[in-house]
């Protein structure tokens, strides 16, 4: 989701995660941000988020631990703050102060910042409590640092009782790295797909109906050019969207998986998997169906960038497609089937139908995600480790909390229907809505408790119930690599994948048959075959304990 011309964080392992999150990542999400931003409130007295029907319950009553002493926590999300986080935080604080005698301030890391940001944040030693952390976003190579807290099981009975009463064992085990614990992850891992979203009125003049795949996109892109001057077929963004047609057209071919996979950091690069053969054989750059597959997206993107079908220079915008979508400005709008809901709704009050297509593999399947798709970990500078738990219990598996931090505040941004489904107030619309779903960064709290919206659209219905049928797990889920034998060549594939794959992934390049072997004698002198080799018997070990 993240990528800069001169990021580290490279487009290449970018690519590699749609498959899996697509997403990614959770993933997710608005991307208009700064590097960190900070939004704190004191408690407020006329800020109020509690749905009427939900339980009060405190987490004092639950463990008896001793909070007499006020503390303020300290934590980081991924995104930006939606405009009306100063009213969530508030109602947050103020539920927070009275129930473990805490406050706490939220500091966001820019989609666009997080290669940089992130490791440079925990690794300052300043005033952290928690931060989000998964499989795709450096938790493997930062717990290898000593960047996080142990946490152990008698400190999750202690101090999270509710989550660790719902939490599955098996994710405990998941989150290991050494043999030891550093994440505390979601317990209701993400259901979702990846998707593209067209208008139906331009399909209509294009003469397309019920397309499956993005590259049978061809004559919609066509119709755009042709009679949409001020829309973009491809209006890509600087950070998710840059990968996602690319990946879309490599999904095609085979169920690919890449970074996490190759390392536990999102700038992994180089090895893959086919998500969907059982004897999880690695498979690196050079090695089939990974060039074939990576060939075929390589060429389509080439046509279509040279048709003018992608905007020239997708690495200075930061505006998501999905964003400006309904706006006319994107003919196209990646997300994934949760954070797609706002875009909808956005179109749908505007009069424009939308058609949504599932990324899919072959088969017609997608990836489960992992419990460490979304989670959070205690800084190992955190002077707050028990009441940040508290905390974190709270927000994750209070229904109370959860609505507050993932919907808002009830009557100013959700209200509850009388059957019971998620609805704007009266004269909200989801375009002005100061904070909709998803969009604070709060992905890793408990999704049972979520609601049906009342807006969503027959066809949103549609893919929703279908998603059960689409999710399939993989060989590799909760696998972990320990990349410290290899440090060197991996950060060597970041270096060649940035200047010798990203032209490839938007199709800005002369040949792509000489790129590509530039790009693979590359990754070949960088060491991606060493890479492999470490990566084949970590793999061959974990599959082995599964038995």
């Known amino acids: 989701m993240i990528r800069k011309t001169k990021s580290p964080f490279t487009m290449l392992a970018l690519?590699?995660?749609?498959?899996?999150?697509?997403?990614?990542?959770?993933?997710?999400?608005?991307?208009?941000?700064?590097?960190?931003?900070?939004?704190?409130?004191?408690?407020?007295?006329?800020?109020?988020?509690?749905?009427?029907?939900?339980?009060?319950?405190?987490?004092?009553?639950?463990?008896?631990?001793?909070?007499?002493?006020?503390?303020?926590?300290?934590?980081?999300?991924?995104?930006?703050?939606?405009?009306?986080?100063?009213?969530?935080?508030?109602?947050?604080?103020?539920k927070l102060k009275k129930d473990i005698n805490a406050t706490l301030e939220i500091n966001y890391i820019g989609w666009g910042d997080i290669a940089a940001k992130y490791p440079l944040i925990l690794a300052s030693g300043e005033d952290v409590d928690f931060v989000f952390t998964a499989d795709w976003n450096f938790y493997v190579p930062e717990a290898n640092k000593g960047s996080f807290k142990e946490l152990t099981q008698?400190?999750?009975?202690?101090?999270?009782?509710?989550?660790?009463?719902?939490?599955?064992?098996?994710?405990?085990?998941?989150?290991?790295?050494?043999?030891?614990?550093?994440m505390i992850p979601t317990t209701t891992p993400d259901r979702k797909v990846g998707v593209i979203v067209l208008r139906k009125d331009v399909m209509e003049k294009a003469g397309l109906t019920n397309p499956t795949k993005i590259s049978e996109?061809?004559?919609?892109?066509?119709?755009?050019?042709?009679?949409?001057?001020?829309?973009?077929?491809?209006?890509?963004?600087?950070q998710y969207d840059l990968p996602a047609p690319f990946g879309a057209l490599v999904q095609e071919k085979?169920?690919?998986?890449?970074?996490?996979?190759?390392?536990?950091?999102?700038?992994?690069?180089?090895?893959?998997?086919?998500?969907?053969?059982?004897?999880?054989?690695?498979?690196?750059?050079?090695?089939?169906?990974?060039?074939?597959?990576?060939?075929y997206a390589a060429g389509i993107m080439k046509q279509w960038y040279d048709a003018g079908y992608v905007n020239k220079n997708p690495y200075s915008n930061k505006i998501r497609s999905k964003d400006n979508f309904c706006d006319g400005k994107s003919g196209v709008a990646f997300g994934n089937s949760i954070d797609i809901q706002a875009t909808l709704s956005s179109c749908k009050d505007k009069n424009i139908d939308t058609y949504i297509m599932p990324v899919l593999s072959p088969t017609g399947h997608a990836p489960s995600n992992s419990w460490l798709n979304n989670g959070v970990a205690i800084a190992a500078s955190s002077k707050h480790l028990e009441r940040a738990m508290e905390a974190l219990d709270l927000i994750m598996e209070n229904q109370d909390y959860v609505f507050n931090a993932y919907y808002g505040i009830e009557g100013k941004n959700y209200v509850l229907t009388a059957d019971d489904k998620l609805a704007l107030p009266d004269g909200v619309t989801a375009a002005d809505n100061t904070y909709p779903p998803d969009a604070a960064g709060f992905w890793f709290v408990d999704k049972d408790y979520f609601k049906p919206s009342a807006s969503w659209t027959d066809s949103y219905i549609e893919l929703n119930n279908k998603i059960k049928d689409f999710l399939q797990p993989i060989p590799y889920l909760g696998f972990t690599f320990n990349t410290d034998n290899v440090k060197t060549e991996i950060a060597n594939l970041k270096n060649v994948s940035t200047q010798y794959f990203m032209p490839l992934a938007i199709g800005a390049v002369k040949d792509v048959d000489k790129q590509f072997d530039s790009l693979n004698s590359k990754m070949k002198a960088a060491g991606v075959d060493k890479v492999k080799t470490e990566l084949e018997t970590q793999a061959s070990a974990f599959l082995a304990a599964k038995g």
């Open 15 to 94: 690519i590699a995660l749609i498959a899996l999150l697509l997403a990614a990542c959770s993933s997710n999400n608005s991307s208009n941000t700064p590097a960190s931003s900070k939004v704190s409130e004191e408690p407020s007295a006329s800020a109020s988020a509690s749905p009427s029907d939900v339980s009060k319950e405190t987490a004092a009553a639950d463990t008896g631990n001793d909070n007499s002493e006020e503390v303020k926590l300290v934590g980081y999300l991924l995104g930006e703050a939606p405009k009306g986080m100063p009213d969530v935080m508030a109602a947050l604080n103020e």
């Open 154 to 182: 008698d400190m999750f009975q202690k101090y999270m009782p509710k989550y660790a009463a719902k939490q599955d064992p098996a994710a405990y085990k998941a989150a290991q790295v050494n043999g030891k614990q550093y």
């Open 217 to 238: 996109l061809g004559p919609y892109f066509a119709e755009i050019k042709k009679d949409y001057p001020n829309m973009i077929p491809l209006n890509l963004d600087s």
């Open 254 to 295: 085979f169920a690919y998986a890449g970074a996490p996979l190759d390392s536990g950091d999102p700038s992994g690069v180089g090895n893959y998997t086919d998500q969907e053969d059982a004897t999880g054989k690695i498979l690196s750059i050079t090695d089939e169906p990974v060039q074939g597959a990576f060939k």
